[in-house]
T-cell receptor, first 113, second 114 residues
Framework: AQSVTQPDIHITVSEGASLELRCNYS??????LFWYVQSPGQGLQLLLK??????LVQGIKGFEAEFKRSQSSFNLRKPSVHWSDAAEYFC???????????FGGGTRVLVKP | NAGVTQTPKFQVLKTGQSMTLQCAQD?????MSWYRQDPGMGLRLIHY???????DQGEVPNGYNVSRSTTEDFPLRLLSAAPSQTSVYFC?????????????FGPGTRLTVT
């Protein structure tokens, strides 16, 4: 079955430090992959997406993600976090057939001053 | 553009009651979908529609009905609410199905069933 897993439920990081959120996928073929962010009480906003080609994808708000086929991973990174990055982050995948996004369980990021 | 709107924002139901969650978009998007969000489980797809008159089931469709009579609206119906349907519900839309176009999410409806 197709699945997306985010191993970390919570991550706490100091403001200005780097951040990496892990995402692993299980699909028969390489899926389309996405990272979304959800601020408290809000809907989801797309940070970035990977379809094919360059394995390092740049997104909004200074985020980037790297697709690694050998590790079935699509980890999200930010070099220096800001207090406003405190939110919940979701990795999602969609198979070639389309129309059905599968989400990971989410990682909640707390930013310490 | 208002984007994707959902009403109500909050709702409390008793077991067995019925209700409709409203979703509307003003972007002329063909694809619309409903998700529920539960702690630790991310978002799970309930139903989706690739155009007016066309709907299909997602991952967790039981207990929910949908219809799509117009491009703009995609209501979600709970015919007989159960405590297991306590959740936050999100509606989303995109230009078409598939991953080519970004999905835009509404602000959510928080439903409690007692």
């Amino acid at each position: 079955a197709q699945s997306v897993t985010q191993p970390d439920i919570h991550i706490t990081v100091s403001e200005g430090a780097s951040l990496e959120l892990r995402c692993n996928y299980s699909y028969g073929a390489t899926p389309y992959l996405f990272w979304y962010v959800q601020s408290p009480g809000q809907g989801l906003q797309l940070l970035l997406k990977y379809f094919s080609g360059d394995t390092l994808v740049q997104g909004i708000k200074g985020f980037e993600a790297e697709f690694k086929r050998s590790q079935s991973s699509f980890n999200l990174r930010k070099p220096s976090v800001h207090w406003s990055d405190a939110a919940e982050y979701f990795c999602a995948g969609e198979g070639a057939a389309g129309n059905k996004l599968t989400f990971g369980g989410g990682t909640r990021v707390l930013v310490k001053p | 553009n208002a984007g994707v709107t959902q009403t109500p924002k909050f709702q409390v139901l008793k077991t067995g009651q019925s209700m409709t969650l409203q979703c509307a978009q003003d972007m002329n998007h063909e694809y619309m979908s409903w998700y529920r969000q539960d702690p630790g489980m991310g978002l799970r797809l309930i139903h989706y529609s690739v155009g007016a008159g066309i709907t299909d089931q997602g991952e967790v469709p039981n207990g929910y009905n949908v219809s799509r009579s117009t491009t703009e609206d995609f209501p979600l119906r709970l015919l007989s609410a159960a405590p297991s349907q306590t959740s936050v519900y999100f509606c989303a839309s995109s230009m078409t199905g598939g991953a080519t176009y970004e999905q835009y999410f509404g602000p959510g409806t928080r439903l409690t069933v007692t």
